[in-house]
């Protein structure tokens, strides 16, 4: 959304006044108080808080519902003909539709029976009595903060009982002035609408200034909590689409915050009596991971108190722009206007903790793990801090750039990770899979294999064979990278448990063993009931099992979108998975089902092939609505996903014509004996 961005910044005053405007403000200014000027206003803001979260509350309950078995249209896609062939919905005349849609109610209400077993199992019952006391901690926590600020906690606790969330009827899209729009906005837009409907408020109808300071002012008081958890990102989105803005106008909010943050430190850290008293008692104040890790260290051994004058101060300023002042800005943020260290464990110690030698001692478990960053062009590591975090995972590696290069797709509304391990492990896989691929025996078995499903030659064990005789090129590379993805999936949790992000909602997305890395990571999470960490999680092509159960699991852990893109023709992957137990399923080559909350995307038009998920992976993005993507990046994408099939097609064409030379060669070579 990188576009997007620029011309919102060009667009000058959608996020407040301008300059010589923030300077009238000063320590006045605006605040939540004279914005909503009547008891009816105020009361509107936390009606509408209590609303969100309890529909955010009402959807966590439906992961663990039998009765919820996801879109129809995926059980739809499910379906095969009676020779196990995929049925495509878009060909189904409506009295066939029909028939199919009684046939699948037919299903799932004899399977229910199955599904109340699953979650009334120990296990299921306990992990959704933790998820709900975490979500009511995070909730009491948010509505009384917000009830202290614009009328009491009282009033709050007894708005919040009383919550009735009703959906806006409105069809009006929001938008927002001096942005122009896109295709890809448009996308964006149309999926968070989906994903985050708007609650019915009075507050909609007001000036577009007010309710971006609205937005702002909550954002600050859920700042102030000390942490920004995932379940705070997904209640300002809902806040957003609520309030009839644009998302970008929070992605704006997120990275100037940030940056407001961060600089207010440093201004603070530049005091040389600061910075002598921090020198003074470095010893006793350091990191585990070492001083000289950490970006503006100094910051991090100042105590509370010294740092409060300094940093109060600086944030008005800073942060004067969106249209608060100076005292509304530093008493939303409570303690975090008034401590340095607090700010450094809000960015994970200013970003160290993610790739100083604190991750060393992962490295005992998996070998070469580390969280490389990806920065911008042109862009320092203090203006890459965004207050949200995302994590990359390639699921092999043709060469060591291919840990980063893929990732780069991510656009600039969050601090982007490519995750590094076992560096060599995956190159051998990545050489592996090439020399499959555009081996003469994967071109044979391809024309036979593709006459069945990929289901057919899974269950039925019909494989070529000649593929089955080249299979020793892949299957040992194979098992043991999927041993160490598993690891490394669970070495990724207790990194994040452990706060290596520190305290902001984390994105993940991978591509085949990457996207296994995060399969077995939110498996972890879920086993360790650590909630509220991830945001979004997308799976593209995931050789895990689609049983319910796992990903009724994955569901309440994160708390935005569970993504499973998977592909039927991805042939490749059902050979890799010919051993494995076939009975649960495969995410990567069918719709997860019977789990509210999933989103199934069929990419078989843009993966042919397993190899091709590489370069698939920023055009999926894009078709998913995913929220920050970089579009020039995006578009080199696109044209290297065409070279790559072209490519390897030239390939196997070559290793046919080796074959056919060599066969006809030796047809000769035998007449003249």
């Known amino acids: 959304m990188s576009s997007v961005f620029q011309r919102a910044k060009k667009a000058g005053s959608f996020l407040g006044g301008s ?24 009361g509107a803001l936390t009606i509408l808080i209590s609303d969100i979260t309890e529909l955010m509350r009402s959807r966590l309950i439906t992961v663990f519902d039998p009765n919820e078995t996801g879109s129809q249209e995926d059980h739809v896609a499910a379906q095969t003909n009676e020779d196990g062939e995929p049925i495509d919905p878009e060909k189904l005349g409506n009295d066939e539709r029909n028939k199919e849609l009684k046939k699948i109610q037919e299903k799932q209400k004899a399977e229910l029976a199955k599904r109340e077993k699953e979650v009334n199992e120990e296990k299921m019952v306990a992990l959704k009595t933790s998820a709900l006391e975490f979500f009511d901690d995070w909730r009491d926590s948010v509505i009384l903060r917000v009830g202290e600020v614009v009328n009491s906690r009282d009033a709050a606790k007894t708005q919040s009982k009383k919550a009735k969330p009703e959906l806006s009827s409105s069809d009006t899209e929001p938008t927002l002035e001096g942005v122009e729009s896109n295709e890809h906005e448009d996308a964006i837009v149309e999926t968070l609408l989906k994903l985050y409907p708007p609650v ?46 644009s998302a970008t106008v929070l992605s704006e909010d997120e990275k100037k915050v940030a940056q407001g943050l961060l600089t207010a430190a440093e201004k603070m850290s530049a005091d040389e009596e600061t910075k002598k ?16 890790g950490v970006a503006g260290a100094a910051l991090i051994g100042i105590t509370g108190g010294l740092a409060a004058p300094f940093l109060a101060a600086g944030l008005g300023t800073v942060l004067g722009g969106i249209g608060l002042g100076a005292t509304a800005t530093a008493g939303y943020l409570g303690a975090l206007a008034g401590s340095g260290v607090l700010v ?23 070998e070469d793990f580390a969280f490389v960053p990806i920065y911008k062009s042109g862009e320092s590591e203090t203006e890459a801090r965004r207050l949200r975090v995302a994590i990359g995972i390639s699921g092999w590696l043709g060469n060591e750039d291919d840990v980063v290069k893929p990732w780069k797709c991510i656009g600039p509304g969050q601090e982007a990770f490519a995750l590094r391990f076992e560096l060599e492990t995956f190159k051998k896989l990545g050489n592996a899979l090439t020399s499959l691929v555009t081996s003469a025996a994967w071109s044979y078995a391809k024309t036979e294999i593709i006459k069945r499903t990929v289901f057919a030659a899974l269950t039925a064990g019909l494989w070529p064979l000649g593929l089955l ?12 990278a999927n041993q160490r993805a598993q690891k490394a999936g669970e070495v990724l949790a207790d990194a994040l448990i452990n706060k290596a992000q520190g305290e902001r909602p984390v994105t993940l997305v991978g591509y085949s063993l990457g996207a296994k890395v995060i399969y077995a990571c939110l498996q972890q999470l879920a086993e360790r009931k ?22 009724r699991r994955i569901r309440s852990v994160v708390t935005g979108r569970v993504v499973n893109a998977y592909s039927t023709n991805d042939y490749v992957l059902s050979f890799l998975y010919r051993s494995s137990s076939i009975q649960f399923g495969v995410a990567g080559l069918s719709p997860v089902l019977n789990v509210k909350g999933v989103e199934n995307i069929d990419v078989g038009d843009l993966v042919k092939g397993h190899t091709l998920y590489r370069h698939a992976t920023a ?18 994408e696109e044209q290297k996903l065409a070279e790559q099939e072209k490519k390897e097609e030239a390939q196997r064409e070559a290793a046919e014509g080796s074959v056919k030379k060599s066969d006809a060669d030796d047809s000769l070579a035998k007449e003249d004996r």
Not at 471 to 479: T, V
Not at 619 to 636: A, N, S
């Open 19 to 42: 300059g010589t405007e923030d300077k009238k403000q000063g320590e006045e200014g605006e605040s939540l108080t004279t914005v909503l000027e009547t008891a009816e206003d105020r």
């Open 200 to 245: 019915e408020t009075s507050m909609r109808k007001m000036a577009k200034e007010k309710k971006i300071l609205i937005l702002h002012s909550v954002f600050l008081l859920l700042l102030s909590l000390k942490h920004y958890n995932a379940h705070s990102r997904t209640l300002l989105l809902y806040l957003t689409t609520s309030l009839g803005l």
């Open 277 to 292: 008293r921090a020198e003074e008692n470095s010893t006793s104040r350091r990191w585990k991971m070492g001083v000289a």
């Open 344 to 366: 450094g464990g809000l960015f994970g110690a200013y970003g160290a903790r993610m790739t100083s030698k604190a991750m060393e001692k992962y490295t005992r478990d998996v």
């Open 469 to 480: 005789k080249a299979s020793h090129l892949i299957d040992n590379p194979w098992s043991i």
């Open 530 to 551: 650590a909630f509220g960490l991830i945001e979004n999680a997308v799976l593209l092509g995931a050789p895990t099992p689609s049983s319910s159960a796992n990903w």
């Open 619 to 636: 055009p999926i993005l894009k078709r998913i609505g995913f929220e920050d993507l970089d579009l020039q990046e995006l578009e080199r």
